[in-house]
């Protein structure tokens, strides 16, 4: 059964980049455009693995993860966190939101399979 | 175009969004308003463009928007004041983006060194207080994801065990790795049993799992620990690969990875559970095992705790009797009811998309909806024609469903081209930022307001509507406005006001450009026209005509001619652009107070208004906007120059007059003028001349044909159109004809074929 | 254009006066009877004007005067054969369409010596049918100053 990714970023730029790595990595993709959309789609079509953007409208991506995990039917989905901030604050914090783990922007799409990989039970 | 490419042409698409953002928010910024979404909204739009920059490798694009974006983090946290200077800084950072954008698209050449480095200078003097500027942070940090060692295939999201085995078949050395994740590891959904499966890619695992908690490490927290596994990794790679499985949760677990003393050592058997030992062999497929755990659909899956490492007891949080919540994980934040978001859906997707809800269309198949929809207005004004002719009553059922049909086919025009229509807003963008530079380069202080940004026209006309009105803001600070000093003196502000404004009136969009300078100074543009030769030193002319007298080829009226407005470029230019999109300008001015530029234009290229005239047989269309007057030619009125070439007189100026039929070889004996209608047209140079043609046979809108599709260029000829009885209709080239007809019209190269 | 040596082709085999020639029979879209056209000024001889072919602008070319052989004012038993010529279409004005044929690329010979030059620019090469003498045309050149512009 393909896996389904369901991507969050407020940039189309950055939601094709995503699309293409993870498409032709054999995924299924849906897409959201900020935290609310993004919760939104969740609920309504689910995912096996989360790749959220931070900086975003309406809800930025601690957010997202904040409200993915008060869901129980997520709380044990995997979210990644994607971010050109490398800092170790924003990491701990997204971490403490609850994010399995992070990729660094600009990110190749061999290291961005194989983080989502490394996470999708 | 293959997909990465395509991605690229979408980012710089995008960046052109940003950057209209960009341009707004800054602009809100200036007027006072700088809340933090407003800062936010700043950020986030210089932070996409690096972020896309950083995909496409586009460094110095990326460097900038760094030093930008780190500016706004500043400013945003609060840590530094968002003032007037520093808003200053950011609309001129803005600018050196947008040609950092520009020049990264190969649009234009590289930014300059030096105004790129100024600007990332003063962003970062105002970043950091002078301090040495930091570097671009572009590598991964210890925390950052770093790439594994080996390669994964891009087709296969779960590649086989079996793999690591093949790297290294004889290797006896491995690793021993006691790994104890603590309860908050759960909480991002980490799981140990991928961890496990992880290692397992790196070669044959043994496994076993203490439930006892034996801490042999003094950094161990006793509290959140209830598991601890062992796990012997026969694998002959460095530690590094080992750890980086462990990357994710590093922080939420104690990890000890030491070298394991040649081949697999029989693991520790605990005395209350036997120790689950996996052997390592190429049938293990933790990954199955888990998929079956979970049900085979973890997405539908409601239990929280479902997905469970199949090969372990599952170490959950909640039988912890140390922790203190059920939910140990979002504890810090886990009061936020996140999903209620407090900002008005009106903001949101502002970088997205302008309306709720929208779809992005390829112009191609727009512009070939348009062009069936010209054929269909076509065929029905001919099928109205036909059944006009057949003498069927006007009240027969075919006339009033033929009369319906119009009025659908009419809607379904105006709908169409509504499709393409856009705001000009794409243009008035742009024009903050030239006004900036002009008022810097001539040392006046220049408010821009704009209006009507939302007002809609056809693309084609909002792409062109660019470079006129840059000229007019041009001429308008440069000319219209006064310096500071005499503005005070004038009793006005110091700071003089520009307004741009457009709105929709009978058909045509309207551009106003108003200022609140000096206003035209009649006598003198009088003088320079008259001193120029541009009109009779005895020439009685209003103020109006006066005023207008500035659109003359030629006329300058700038003493040494200035960098911003000059370069040979004019109002006769800018009303020959105008001219040419079948366009008109005019001026107001009142002396002391401004001056109003005003041009309107047609809201579409696709269609023209023309006058239909016939000349020998022939239906021809002239374009309405080149013309000025048409006039039945008295013989009184008529002369000939050299006892050859006739010229009408017209105003008290003497006008060639073009017997447009012989001169296209429609005919070889010129018509006797007096039994024809001259049609006083003007070129986009300003020239006037008299075109003789048959008959006038009334106005219409034609839809416009070129003729270039399947023949090439006619002389003359601008396009063509389809008249209501199907026939084919020339458009003419008033251009053309006047300025290069008229000297062989004597002598034709061509006859028309018989 | 479409090229296919050893191959069969269908050709359109059409009358002016009393020659026959043929078109290669893909480049041909339509045929229709003549209507007047506009005529173009300052354009040579051979160029009849345009036409509206449901909403598109067909410039219309007199293929007799354009080979130079004599042709007489177009009534309505003339034919239109509207072509694909380089990406563009054009209408071409002959006596009638008489036949469509069926040929083999190695039954064309060359072009004898005995045509004028300006044939010979047009005609790709003849071959015979049930005694008929046909001459098969290269469109490429039936528009000279689009040719310059293709190159």
């Known amino acids: ?121 | 175009m293959d997909a990465f490419e395509a991605i690229k042409a979408t980012f710089f698409q995008e960046c052109d969004e940003l950057l209209a953002e960009l341009e707004s928010k800054l602009m809100l910024l200036e007027q006072g308003q700088t809340d933090l979404e407003t800062i936010n909204a700043v950020f986030r739009a210089v932070h996409s463009v690096k972020g896309g920059a950083g995909a496409f490798g586009l460094e110095a694009l990326v460097r900038f928007a760094h030093v930008f974006e780190t500016l706004m983090d500043e400013l945003r946290a609060g840590r530094k004041p968002c003032d007037t200077v520093t808003i200053k800084t950011l609309l001129r950072a803005s600018d050196v983006l947008a040609d950092h954008i520009q020049a990264a698209q190969g649009l234009a050449p590289p930014v300059d060194e030096e105004r790129s480095a100024g600007l990332v200078h003063e962003l970062e003097l105002l970043t950091h207080g002078g301090e040495a500027p930091p570097v671009v942070e572009e590598d991964e940090d210890d925390f950052g994801f770093v790439p594994m060692a080996f390669d994964v295939p891009l087709d296969e999201p779960l590649p086989s065990l079996g793999e690591p085995e093949a790297v290294a078949p004889e290797a006896q050395t491995g690793w021993r790795i006691l790994f104890k994740p603590h309860g908050r590891m759960y909480g991002s959904a980490n799981e140990a049993g991928l961890l496990l499966r992880e290692l397992g890619r790196l070669g044959p695992i043994t496994v076993s799992v203490d439930d006892s908690a034996l801490p042999t490490l003094d950094v161990l927290v006793a509290e959140d620990g209830y598991l601890t596994w062992t796990i012997d990794l026969t694998a002959a790679i460095e530690e590094k690969v080992v750890r980086e499985v462990f990357d994710f949760v590093e922080a939420d677990c104690d990890l000890t990875i030491s070298p394991l003393g040649g081949g697999a050592e029989p693991v520790l058997a605990f005395e209350d559970e036997p120790p689950a030992v996996l052997p390592a062999s190429d049938e293990l497929d933790i990954a199955a095992l888990l998929a079956k755990a979970a049900g085979g659909a973890p997405a539908a899956e409601p239990a929280p705790v479902a997905v469970a490492p199949a090969p372990a007891p599952e170490p959950e949080p909640e039988p912890a009797p140390a922790a203190p919540a059920p939910a140990p994980a979002p504890a810090p934040v886990a009061a936020a009811p996140a999903p209620v978001a407090p900002i008005p859906p009106a903001q949101v997707a502002a970088p997205v998309a302008p309306a709720p809800v929208t779809i992005r269309v390829d112009l191609d198949r727009v512009d070939r909806l348009i062009n069936v929809v010209g054929e269909l207005v076509i065929q029905q004004a001919m099928l109205s024609q036909r059944v006009l002719e057949s003498g069927l009553a006007r009240s027969s059922g075919i006339a009033l469903g033929l009369e319906d049909l119009e009025l659908l086919t009419r809607e379904i025009q105006d709908s169409v081209m509504a499709i393409r229509a856009q705001p000009v807003k794409s243009v008035f963008q742009r024009m903050p930022r030239l006004v900036r530079e002009v008022a810097d380069m001539v040392s006046k202080q220049v408010r821009l307001v704009t209006a009507g940004e939302d007002t809609e026209v056809d693309k084609t006309v909002v792409e062109r509507l660019a470079e006129p009105i840059t000229h007019m803001l041009r001429n308008a600070i440069d000319h219209g406005l006064e310096t500071p000093d005499e503005r005070v003196a004038a009793g006005k502000t110091a700071e003089g006001t520009v307004r741009l404004a457009a709105l929709h009136r009978s058909g045509r969009i309207v551009i106003e450009i108003s200022d609140d300078g000096r206003g035209i100074n009649r006598e003198r543009v009088k003088k320079i026209a008259i001193d120029k030769g541009l009109v009779a030193p005895d020439a009685a002319l209003t103020d109006e005509q006066i005023d207008n007298l500035i659109f003359l080829p030629g006329f300058s009226t700038a003493a040494v001619v200035s960098d911003i407005s000059g370069r040979g470029v004019g109002m006769d230019v800018v009303k020959r652009s105008i001219q040419a999109l079948g366009g008109r300008i005019s001026i107001s001015s009142v002396p002391g107070k401004g001056s109003t530029f005003t041009l309107s234009l047609p809201l579409t290229l696709a269609v023209l208004d023309g006058m239909v005239v016939s000349a020998a047989d022939q239906i021809l269309i002239a374009p309405l906007p080149a013309i000025v007057e048409s006039l039945t030619p008295q013989e009184g009125d008529l002369h000939y120059v050299g006892g050859v070439d006739p010229v009408i007189r017209f105003r008290d100026r003497f006008l060639p007059l073009i017997d447009v039929a012989m001169t296209m070889g429609f005919r070889d004996t010129p018509v006797v003028p007096s039994e024809g209608v001259a049609v006083v047209v003007e070129t986009e140079g300003g020239q006037q001349a008299a075109l003789l043609f048959d008959a006038i046979q009334g106005q219409r809108q034609v839809v416009i044909k070129s003729l270039e599709t399947n023949y090439q260029q006619v002389e003359g000829i601008a396009a063509a159109t389809i008249l209501g009885d199907g026939r084919v209709a020339l458009i003419l080239d008033v251009d053309v004809l006047v300025t290069d007809m008229r000297r062989r019209s004597s002598r034709p190269d061509f006859k028309l074929a018989s | 254009m479409t090229e296919a040596n050893d191959s069969q082709r269908e050709l359109i085999a059409f009358r002016i006066g009393r020659q026959e020639f043929c078109v290669d029979i893909m480049s041909v879209r339509e045929i229709r009877g003549w209507t007047p056209a506009t005529p173009l000024p300052r354009s040579p001889g051979y160029m009849k004007g345009v036409i509206n072919l449901r909403g598109t602008v067909l410039p219309i070319i007199d293929l007799g005067a354009r080979f130079g052989l004599e042709t007489s004012e177009p009534t309505a038993r003339h034919v239109i054969m509207v072509a694909h010529i380089g990406g563009r279409m054009v209408g071409l004005l002959v006596d009638a369409v008489s036949d469509i044929l069926e040929m083999n690329e190695a039954s064309v010979q060359p072009t004898p010596d005995v045509a004028s030059d300006q044939v010979k620019t047009f005609v790709k090469g003849i071959f015979s049918i049930d005694g008929r003498m046909i001459s098969l045309i290269e469109l490429d050149h039936i528009l000279p100053h689009i040719e310059a512009e293709a190159a």
């Not at chain 1, 059964?1 to 995503?18: A, E, Q, Y």
């Not at chain 1, 990491?91 to 990729?103: D, F, H, L, S, Y």
């Open chain 1, 1 to 121: 059964m393909k896996k389904t990714v369901l991507t969050i970023d407020d940039s189309r730029t950055m939601r094709d980049m995503l699309l293409m790595a993870l498409e032709d990595a054999g995924y299924t993709v849906i897409q959201a455009v900020d935290g609310i959309d993004g919760l939104e789609t969740l609920a309504a079509q689910g995912a096996d693995v989360v790749i959220t953007d931070i900086n975003m409208p309406r809800m930025d991506g601690f957010g997202f993860i904040e409200g993915m995990r008060a869901d129980p039917n997520h709380r044990t989905t995997p979210c990644l966190v994607l971010t050109t901030e490398s800092d170790a604050e924003k990491k701990a914090r997204a971490r403490a939101a609850g994010a399995t783990g992070w990729i660094v922007k600009p990110f190749d799409p061999v290291k961005l399979v194989d983080a989502v990989r490394r996470v999708a039970a």
